[in-house]
Every structure is written in structure tokens, then in C-alpha cells.
């Protein structure tokens, strides 16, 4: 029997991982946040009142073991003066998928069938109105997932406007893991959004599997400026109960000093540090790796590959 791998995660970052993680012998529950509020999903929830699809579309596609202009036709947006302009197809689908199930489960569930997802996508809530705040600095309430990324700054804290009901199988999956990753990506619009339920943190409490965070190689402009991986530890850990991060895999290799000037220069993103001694002090163990490549649209990626390489290593030993 395969080993079962709960990740945690939302928008780019884990739709990456699970690109190369499905074709490891590992039995994989993606856990998907649904607060985004921003383009063709923000226009779906706004219109017929239903969680985020679109980085659950994204992951449906990335697991997939269909042929490749299938998944580019659900990635496809609309380019029209109508009401279709920006609108993913899969986003569409899935939202048509909801209107006729009732369920948003449900509705992944007939999806992955569609597309030969051999592993498990589950929203981390089915809520609809799920709404996600920031308390600044500064003492400002910032409401919206994508108003927050906007923003562009430092965090106080991250919440839901409700506490949301967390779906039933999300909880006893994570009871069922024996790795629970938190996913490389924004922590506080993809990560955070699902370890803030409260449900989440006294399902991890409960656990006996080690929880390991993949490190973003740059940092968030304005979140997590000057961030190491040791502060990106500590971030997550303030929001855990009990229960804290075990492992951090993070990239060694040096960024190429032209690539760095064009983050720095264009994105106000640098790259993320390693600080081994702070990282001792939390009690996290450390795999440093080079995984770093330049994807075709010229940006810094994790080798997907190489990654879900290091994570199968690490669970085969544990």
C-alpha cells in the first residue's frame, strides 16, 4: 500500500508540486483554500455564489494523466468583448459542474474522473461566502484574498470573516497521512487560509505525521519582505496550535546575480535565505537541495521533479 501524502496549499504553488509528485508511488490528498475573490473565480462567486474553483482547476489539471491539449483547453481564457472575457473553461465547468451537483466535491470528483486524476482534490470547505481578512501593521482591516495581495503589506495577522465549516473528509484525511506538507506559495493567501480553520489545527494536533513545509525560493513584496526560511517557519508556527513544523526543504542554489537584479528591480522579491542556526533553535530539521530552474516564461522555479524526489526520499525513511 502506498503511502498517504496530505498537502496543503492554493494558486501556483501546489498545482507546481503535484506536477511532479503524482508520478511518485504515493497516495496524494491535495487540500485546496476556495477564498480567492480575483479574476474569472471572483466573477463566479460573485454571480452565482460558490467557493473559489479556480486553483482547484489548476491542480485538477495538473494531476491529470490526459493528453496535453485537454489540459491546455481547461486553462484556456476567453478573449472577448462579452461576458466570457478572462473566464477559464475549467473554471466554467466546474462551476456548471456545482450548479447541477450541489456539492463542490462532488463536482472535483466528476472533474477527475473526466481527466483521469488518479489521486484525491478536496476543498477545504464548501462554503461560499468564505471571506479572507488581513489586519495590518498598521492597524488596517484588509478584506479579500485578492485585495490582500494587492495591498503589498506587512501582516499582523490573517483570519476568516466567518470561521468556516471545514468539509468532514478533509479532517479525516489528515488523520490518515503519514506526511502532511504545506505547500510552497503565498503563506498568507494560499497556506494560512487553510491552517487558520480551527478544525485544521486540532486535526494536525491529532496526527502523528511529521509536517513539512516546502520554502518559497523569493519572497511576497510587502508580506514577507527580508523573510528567511527560519522567519517563514516561525510565521507558520505562530498560527499552529500544538502541533509545529518538523522539516523545511528549501533551495541551496545561488541565484544567478542578473536574475536576482531583475526580482529585485521588477517584482520587489529577493531570494529567501537560509539561516541553519535559527532554524535549529525552532527545532525544524533542515534539507537544503539545489532545486532551482528557470521555466520557459524565464522565472525561478522548484524543479518539480527534483522535489517530489527529495520528498518521497524523506518519506521512505520516516
Not at 494531476?63 to 486553462?75: G, R, V
Not at 506526511?179 to 485544521?200: A, D, E, H, R, W
Not at 539561516?275 to 522555479?301: C, M
Request: hydrophobic residues 35%.
Amino acid at each position: 500500500m502506498y503511502k498517504k501524502v496530505v498537502v496543503l496549499g492554493g494558486g501556483t504553488g501546489i498545482s507546481y508540486l503535484l506536477r511532479g509528485l503524482k508520478d511518485f508511488p504515493v497516495d496524494i490528498t491535495a487540500v485546496i483554500t476556495v477564498s480567492d475573490n480575483g479574476r474569472s473565480t471572483g466573477k463566479l462567486r460573485e454571480e452565482f455564489h460558490t467557493p473559489a474553483v479556480g486553483d482547484i482547476r489548476q491542480v485538477i489539471t495538473n494531476l491529470s494523466q490526459t493528453d496535453e491539449p485537454i489540459k491546455e483547453m481547461m486553462a484556456y481564457r476567453f478573449n472577448t468583448s462579452s461576458d466570457l472575457d478572462g473566464h477559464a473553461l475549467g473554471n466554467l465547468i466546474l462551476t456548471a459542474m456545482l450548479d447541477i451537483s450541489g456539492s463542490l466535491k462532488d463536482s472535483i470528483v466528476y472533474l477527475s474522473k473526466l481527466l483521469d486524476v488518479r489521486h484525491r482534490v478536496l476543498p477545504i470547505s464548501e462554503d461560499s461566502d468564505l471571506t479572507l481578512m488581513g489586519l495590518d501593521k498598521e492597524g488596517n482591516v484588509i478584506e479579500g484574498e485578492e485585495q490582500i495581495t494587492q495591498a503589498h503589506r506587512q501582516l499582523e495577522k490573517i483570519y476568516y470573516k466567518h470561521e468556516p465549516k471545514v468539509l468532514k473528509d478533509v479532517i479525516e484525511e489528515i488523520h490518515k497521512a503519514d506526511l502532511i506538507i504545506f505547500s510552497m506559495g503565498s503563506l498568507y493567501t494560499s497556506i494560512l487560509p487553510n491552517i487558520i480553520c480551527k478544525q485544521v489545527q486540532e486535526a494536525l494536533d491529532n496526527s502523528d505525521a511529521p509536517i513539512m513545509y516546502l520554502c518559497n525560493i523569493v519572497t511576497q513584496p510587502g508580506e514577507t519582505d527580508n523573510f528567511t526560511v527560519g522567519d517563514h517557519i516561525k510565521l507558520l508556527n505562530k498560527y499552529l496550535n500544538h502541533r509545529k513544523v518538523d522539516v523545511v526543504i528549501a533551495n541551496s542554489t545561488q541565484v544567478d546575480k542578473e536574475m536576482a537584479k531583475k526580482y529585485e528591480s521588477k517584482e520587489q522579491k529577493d531570494p529567501v535565505l537560509i539561516d541553519k542556526e535559527e532554524l535549529d533553535k525552532v527545532g525544524v530539521e533542515l534539507i537544503a537541495e539545489d532545486l532551482l530552474t528557470i521555466a520557459e516564461d524565464n522565472t525561478l522555479k522548484h524543479d518539480s521533479l527534483k522535489l517530489s524526489s527529495v520528498i518521497f526520499s524523506y518519506l521512505m525513511r520516516k
